[in-house]
C-alpha cells in the first residue's frame, strides 16, 4: 500500500500568517493517464471532512483562494496565504492513484 | 439540497455483523461511485472501501478485506456496508462520501462501537 506521511503533525499558527504543510508518499502518484491524484481535506471540529484541493492544485467550488496546492511524483505540499480562525481543524492528504486509497495521518492546524 | 445520510450504526459485541447504509438525494448518485471513509475516536481518516456507479467495480482497504461488502442500490439511491466479523478496532465513525472532480459530498457519519 502507499504510505502518505505529513509534516508538521501540529501546526500552531498566528492569524494573518501564511502556513504550510508537506505531504510525501511512498510511491509516485502521476498515473498512466497523466494524472497526479492527490486531494487535500479539511476536517473542522466536530464536521465531516470536506475536500480542498483534487489532482494537486485544482481548488474545489467555494474554497477560499488563500489556499493552494503544488508539487508532483511523490512530494506535495498544502499552502495557506493567510491563515484565519476558520481555517482551524485537521488537514489530510489523500492519494488516489493507487488502490487502496490511502490517507496522511493529518495535520492539526490550530491558533497560537 | 444535497444530502449523504448514513444510518445504521450501534454498539455491537465482537465477531458479530452490522449493515450500514447511506441514503443519498438532491444530486444523481446513480451516477457517480461512492465510499466508506472510517474515523477511529480521536484518529485520523481511513478509506475502507469504494464501489463505482454500476457496482461493477468494488475496492477495499486491506484491514476490512474479506469482512466488509460493499454494495448499492440504484434504484434506491442507497449505498450499503455489510460489517461481518466485527472487531473492536473497527469502532469509528463511518462516513459515506462521493468523491468526483467537481464536488465532493458527505455525510454526518455514523457511529459504530465494537464492544463486549
Known amino acids: 500500500d502507499v504510505v502518505m506521511t505529513q509534516s508538521p503533525l501540529s501546526l500552531p499558527v498566528t492569524l494573518g500568517q501564511p502556513a504550510s504543510i508537506s505531504c510525501r508518499s511512498s510511491?509516485?502518484?502521476?498515473?498512466?493517464?497523466?494524472?497526479?491524484?492527490l486531494n487535500w481535506f479539511q476536517q473542522r471540529p466536530g464536521q465531516s471532512p470536506r475536500r480542498l484541493i483534487y489532482?494537486?492544485?485544482h481548488r474545489d467550488s467555494g474554497v477560499p483562494d488563500r489556499f493552494s496546492g503544488s508539487g508532483s511524483g511523490t512530494d506535495f505540499t498544502l499552502k495557506i496565504s493567510r491563515v484565519e480562525a476558520e481555517d482551524v481543524g485537521v488537514y489530510y492528504c489523500m492519494q488516489g492513484t493507487h488502490w487502496p486509497l490511502t490517507f496522511g495521518p493529518g495535520t492539526k492546524v490550530d491558533v497560537k | 439540497q444535497v444530502q449523504l445520510v448514513e444510518s445504521g450504526g450501534g454498539v455491537v459485541q465482537p465477531g458479530k455483523s452490522l449493515r450500514l447504509s447511506c441514503a443519498a438525494s438532491?444530486?444523481?448518485?446513480?451516477?457517480?461511485?461512492t465510499h466508506w471513509v472510517r474515523q477511529a475516536p480521536g484518529k485520523g481518516l481511513e478509506w475502507v472501501a469504494v464501489?463505482?456507479?454500476?457496482?461493477?467495480?468494488?475496492y477495499y482497504a486491506d484491514s476490512v478485506k474479506g469482512r466488509f461488502t460493499i454494495s448499492r442500490d440504484n434504484s434506491k439511491n442507497t449505498l450499503y456496508l455489510q460489517m461481518n466479523s466485527l472487531r473492536a478496532e473497527d469502532t469509528a465513525v463511518y462516513y459515506c462520501?462521493?468523491?468526483?472532480?467537481?464536488?465532493?459530498?458527505w455525510g454526518q457519519g455514523t457511529l459504530v462501537t465494537v464492544s463486549s
Open positions: 462520501a462521493t468523491l468526483t472532480s467537481d464536488f465532493d459530498y
Open positions: 489532482n494537486v492544485s
Open positions: 510511491q509516485s502518484l502521476l498515473y498512466s493517464d497523466g494524472n497526479t491524484y
Open positions: 464501489m463505482s456507479s454500476d457496482g461493477s467495480n468494488k
Open positions: 438532491g444530486f444523481t448518485f446513480i451516477i457517480y461511485g
